[in-house]
């Protein structure tokens, strides 16, 4: 498309990747102009990130890009760990239908991904995507950020810096970083299968704390295959990415009559946060603002959390909803997540990747007795967000079943939409004036046991008993699909949503 009259646009998001390209197709689809700004000529086209979780999954299906990446999903039913003489130390449940609705974690090809939101973001008129542009200055005041390019310069009300672990955007606004401790030399290799995994008896998720040389195998998508070696010094990073010394490092799994190997990439492992995520009227998300290891494999899905959090309060800021300062609540509401799931990972990798032998014998007796006293299957549980826009009960994520309006069955997203909603028992429905809720931008959903006017049928029940588990009769839900609010009081908890959306605040009475 052609940019705005001297390449003024509403939002410049800087890196077209999953987290660049998720915000820009959030923004844009509210109506916003945006400009993303990449500097390599096209899309990356390699595998990197591997595995989404549930509640991203349902981010990108609200994008309308589930039909595109299902095909192409992995689901995985378990994440273990095992010793390097093969003993079960964590085994960790993966149901295939989670609390949001998807599969807990799905592996997905990160080529796939990207090309999908790339077609999301080239069909809205007012997403323009510049690849082969690098920015090579940036300098704001309280009006707006010009950005100096290898191309036009750009002028944005807003710019997010989504540009990867080595950010320009960070290093040009002098933002420091946190170092949590954790760097490792790894190498990484991804092969397509000729055969299903299945069939080559290759395991779907495994950590393997071998001293001798701890490893990940994890199928990636439907017959990809990615192994994952930890190296003994980042000297060896170099002479590592041979082909030859790939196929012969995977020997003891794969021949290379079984598949064809796509990538060998080096890397090093780290924890880093910055210590601020925005400065004026610019921000970071995703690798710019944190990295973590990937033993929770987190660190993509964080970035998208960031873009999910960021798009709907950049988006009340432009339309004159709430003042500007709204956008500090991004950091205080996603540092606190990502800091602990940031530590989780850590802890992970140290122990995953003890070399002494000595050290990881105690690990796995200290494993081992803990799985044999355990009485019922781990899972994977992530923190709520910090404090920020919440109100009481507020923080926690949303859940997802499905439910029918009398005329389709499907997940909640399918039948009632996204953005801001207000989920209520059907009995404390008729407490709540309606019109003025939606009025202000807000669906208001009843959950009963038949559809009715403005109550969906909750069928399998999962809605109201996460309603009953909060205590609440109403939760308001944002459009990141975080609670709001939620109480016994549905007036109250409505109230709280409508002093968000409306200036001055209204008022609801029963």
Request: proline share 6%; with cysteine.
């Amino acid at each position: 498309m052609t940019a705005p009259p001297g390449d003024r646009t509403d939002i410049a998001v800087i890196g077209c990747g999953p987290v660049g390209m998720t915000l820009a197709a959030l923004l844009g689809r509210s109506g916003h102009s945006v400009v993303v700004l990449e500097r390599y000529p096209g899309l990356y086209g390699l595998p990197r990130a591997a595995s989404f979780d549930g509640e991203v999954m349902r981010a990108l299906a609200g994008l309308g890009l589930a039909a595109a990446l299902e095909p192409t999903l992995y689901p995985q039913e378990a994440y273990e760990w095992r010793n390097g003489s093969g003993e079960l130390l964590i085994r960790q449940e993966c149901p295939l239908v989670g609390s949001s609705g998807w599969a807990e974690i799905s592996m997905f090809h990160q080529p796939a991904l990207e090309n999908a939101l790339h077609g999301l973001c080239a069909s809205l008129p007012n997403v323009d995507v510049r690849f082969g542009t690098t920015v090579t200055g940036l300098s704001h005041d309280d009006d707006q950020v010009e950005l100096t390019t290898s191309g036009a310069a750009v002028r944005a009300r807003y710019v997010i810096g989504c540009d990867g672990g080595n950010s320009f955007v960070r290093q040009a606004i002098g933002i420091e970083q946190d170092d949590l401790g954790f760097a490792e030399p790894w190498l990484v290799c991804d092969f397509t299968l000729r055969r299903p995994a299945t069939e080559l008896g290759l395991p779907p998720m495994l950590q393997i704390g071998d001293p001798a040389g701890p490893t990940t195998v994890i199928t990636t998508g439907r017959e990809r295959q990615r192994f994952c070696f930890m190296l003994d010094d980042t000297g060896d990073l170099d002479q590592e990415r041979s082909a030859d010394q790939a196929w012969e490092r995977v020997r003891p799994y794969l021949s290379r009559d079984d598949g064809e190997l796509v990538r060998v990439a080096t890397y090093t492992f780290r924890s880093l946060i910055a210590r601020r995520w925005r400065d004026g009227r610019v921000l970071l998300a995703g690798d710019a603002a944190h990295q973590m290891p990937p033993f929770l494999g987190q660190g993509m899905c964080s970035g998208i959390r960031d873009a999910l959090n960021i798009a709907f309060k950049i988006d009340l800021v432009l339309r004159g909803v709430q003042c500007p300062e709204v956008l500090d609540t991004y950091q205080s509401e996603r540092e606190p997540h990502v800091r602990s799931v940031t530590g989780t990972s850590v802890e992970l990798g140290r122990q995953h990747t003890l070399r002494d032998p000595a050290l990881a014998a105690e690990r796995d007796v200290r494993l081992l007795a803990r799985r044999a006293t355990l009485q019922e299957p781990e899972r994977i549980r992530l923190p709520d967000l910090g404090p920020g826009l919440l109100g009481g009960g507020g923080g926690s994520l949303s859940v997802q079943g499905r439910v029918s309006d009398g005329i389709r069955t499907g997940l909640l997203d399918d039948i009632v939409g996204g953005g801001f909603r207000l989920l209520v028992t059907e009995q404390a429905l008729p407490s709540l004036d309606v019109p003025v809720l939606e009025r202000a931008g807000i669906t208001v959903v009843g959950f009963g046991a038949a559809a009715g006017k403005s109550v969906v049928a909750d069928s399998d029940g999962t809605h109201r008993r996460w309603l009953s588990e909060l205590g609440a009769t109403a939760a308001a839900v944002r459009p990141d699909n975080y609670v709001l609010a939620a109480g016994p009081d549905a007036v109250e908890v409505a109230e709280e949503l409508l002093a968000l959306l409306t200036r001055p605040a209204g008022k609801l009475s029963r």
